[in-house]
């Protein structure tokens, strides 16, 4: 078992000030990974569990609600320092730089690549 040990931020409450808690989780529990323009990366675990909700019925003419299930998987968002020693950590040959849209961007062909390697 490999654990990732990334920084979580919580935003300030109106009586305290923001908190910064360490959290962890298991490199062979992801399923997917993407990043976003900024420069974070969202990883999808494979912990998947279901939540019962109640929901409104219209067919039911005494108003009882109807109970429906949702199944979720835990998303964690990495900050982009965190992001890059992820990357660094499960990626063989470099980082992938993400390639942040510009106002003018111009047509990319086909054969060229929509990130550039940068060795570590």
């Known amino acids: 078992m490999s654990q990732f040990f ?9 009586a305290k000030q923001e908190l910064v808690l360490v959290d962890s989780f298991n490199t062979e529990m992801v399923i997917r990974s993407w990043m976003s323009n900024d420069g974070t990366i969202t990883v999808l675990l494979n912990d998947g569990h279901e939540e019962s909700i109640e929901v ?11 109970r429906k ?10 900050s982009v320092e965190d992001a890059a020693r992820f990357q660094s ?10 390639v942040l849209p510009t106002k003018k ?13 940068i060795e570590p």
């Open 6 to 14: 990334y920084k979580r931020v919580l935003p300030p409450s109106a």
């Open 56 to 66: 409104e019925n219209p067919k039911n003419p005494k108003g009882e609600p109807q």
């Open 69 to 78: 299930r949702e199944y979720y998987n835990s998303q964690i968002v990495l």
């Open 89 to 98: 950590l499960t990626t063989a040959g470099g980082i992938i730089k993400p």
């Open 105 to 117: 961007a111009p047509a990319l062909e086909k054969e060229e690549e929509l990130s550039e390697i």
